[in-house]
């Protein structure tokens, strides 16, 4: 059964992501206290969590935004709205 | 600028009826200005802040907003939290602003938003150069505001590129 665990904003995605890794991290871009370009840094710089696929939802995302973040580290960048089916078939392909 | 808030309303038309539709699972459809001003409005801002800056604007009453959400999380009046209301206005506003400004600016052009402001009441902005959308929506009316000069010639010019 998975375990979904969220969070309000990148900070506080990254200290849980430090207390118990994940699988998988989705997270927006456009966040208060730290936004979703930062936290894929921090995610990549860390030997401990940089191997977590991190998928990016995004309203603010064109072909040269996409390519910044998958230069980044993303594993998959999707477009808001998103359906559950694109979410879905995202998510199986990342694991 | 009347003639140019005119092409623009109808660029922007059609790309917020598409989002609302996809979003609110709702017929959207552009409309002639409301008669008096939504009652007890709720109202989410969204600051464009890159490639040039300016405002935009939604404004629906705590019913539609209510619809919305349940539109959107697909849960019951029940489960409606503040919370969830505020989070489904801004995930409207930046999905619309989002799509906007991917149809209009070129593919290697990046762009960035603000974080989404929120309120109830009358709202700030929308000076009288702002362009101001009216769409009905399950037969209320909805409004879209935006403002900032150059942002409203930016989007006038490449949507008239296109």
Not at chain 2, 115 to 139: R, S
Request: one cysteine or more.
């Amino acid at each position: 059964m998975p375990l979904y665990i969220f969070s309000t904003n990148g900070q506080e995605a990254l200290d849980l992501l430090k207390s118990e890794p994940a699988d998988l991290l989705i997270t927006d871009l456009n966040m208060p206290v730290m936004d979703g370009e930062t936290l894929l840094k921090w995610l990549k710089a860390d030997p401990k969590l940089s191997e977590i696929p991190v998928l990016v939802i995004t309203s603010a995302v064109n072909p040269a935004k996409e390519a910044e973040l998958l230069q980044a580290g993303a594993f998959g960048v999707l477009s808001k709205p998103v359906t559950p089916t694109a979410m879905v078939d995202k998510i199986k392909f990342l694991l | 600028m009347d003639e140019i808030k005119e092409d623009l309303r109808l660029g922007i038309n059609k790309t917020v009826c598409d989002v609302l539709k996809k979003m609110a699972l709702m017929d959207v459809v552009p409309s002639e200005a409301p008669a008096g001003d939504v009652p007890d409005s709720n109202w989410v801002s969204l600051a464009v802040l890159h490639p040039i800056q300016g405002e935009f604007i939604l404004k629906m009453s705590t019913e539609m907003t209510k619809k919305v959400t349940q539109a959107i999380f697909g849960v019951p009046e029940s489960a409606l939290t503040e919370p969830l209301l505020k989070d489904s206005m801004a995930e409207l506003l930046n999905t619309i602003v989002g799509r906007l400004m991917n149809s209009v600016l070129p593919e290697e052009q990046t762009f960035r938003l603000g974080l989404p402001v929120q309120g109830q009441g009358k709202c700030p902005g929308g000076d009288n150069t702002a362009l101001n959308c009216y769409f009905l929506m399950d037969n209320e009316s909805i409004s879209l505001i935006v403002s900032g000069e150059t942002l409203l010639q930016m989007l006038f010019q490449l949507l008239n590129l296109l």
